[in-house]
């Protein structure tokens, strides 16, 4: 095993480690946070069925920013659905057979990085653009943006510009699955896009980008409108109740 493939193998057993690690503790975190008061978002729901149609609608459609602004719900859903096709393409990596919808994704997910990093660019001209965003605009959301976006056209260059040995990357991924280790092919713009990852993989359970689970456990969001119907009691206080 070369130095280059110990290196990269061993900064994607890191990367996962952290990975999982942090975001499991972020999510047993939210689970526990009291929500000692019935604070949905008007107009709510009153019924569960109705919250679970809400978040449904929330974590596919974002409802909520459609509704308060419309140009970056345009950048915002082109940024997550590009990235959604671009990660199921990725799977074909870990798979061998593929299952069909990585198959039939294939050449979507090749072309909707092109949305991903136009939505990118709008939502980061957005932070320059607009005066109040800008003010409140901190370095990490420029970094961040900034290594989504370096993520996206380091992953563009790899299929478009210089075209990385499909098989020998493959070979790479389901060897760090099945400890079974081959060599990471060699090309500057694969192994950017590979730093980059796991860079993005590190610091994911400490940014903002935490959102993605997040917004299951958002007391704006994840309740009923019916505290005339049920009392509301945080499960902490229920358990103080009865000592």
Not at 173 to 188: E, I, K, M, Q, R
Request: hydrophobic share 50%; net charge positive.
């Amino acid at each position: 095993m070369t130095s280059l493939t110990l290196f990269y193998t061993g900064l994607y057993y890191f990367a996962a480690i952290v990975l999982i690690a942090g975001v499991a503790y972020r999510i047993a975190e939210y689970s526990g946070t009291p929500a000692p008061l019935k604070i949905p978002t008007t107009p709510a729901p009153t019924t569960h069925a109705g919250v679970l149609l809400r978040m449904a609608r929330e974590v596919v459609l974002f409802e909520s920013l459609f509704k308060s602004n419309k140009w970056i719900w345009v950048f915002g859903w082109m940024f997550h659905i590009g990235l959604a096709l671009v990660l199921l393409r990725h799977v074909r990596y870990f798979q061998e057979p593929l299952w069909f919808v990585v198959e039939f994704i294939q050449p979507y997910g090749k072309y909707a990085s092109f949305a991903m990093v136009a939505g990118l660019l709008g939502l980061w001209a957005r932070r320059f653009l607009v005066d109040r965003v800008r003010y409140i605009s901190t370095p990490s959301d420029h970094l961040m943006l900034a290594l989504l976006l370096g993520i996206g056209v380091s992953g563009m260059m790899t299929t478009f510009v210089s075209h990385t040995d499909i098989v020998a990357l493959k070979a790479f991924a389901l060897g760090l699955v099945t400890f079974d280790w081959h060599p990471v092919p060699s090309d500057g713009p694969l192994l950017v896009h590979l730093t980059l990852v796991a860079l993005l993989m590190i610091i994911f359970p400490v940014s903002k980008l935490l959102h993605a689970p997040g917004i299951f456990f958002s007391p704006t969001r994840n309740q009923a409108d019916n505290p005339r119907e049920t009392r509301h009691i945080a499960p902490w206080a229920a358990a103080a109740e009865r000592k």
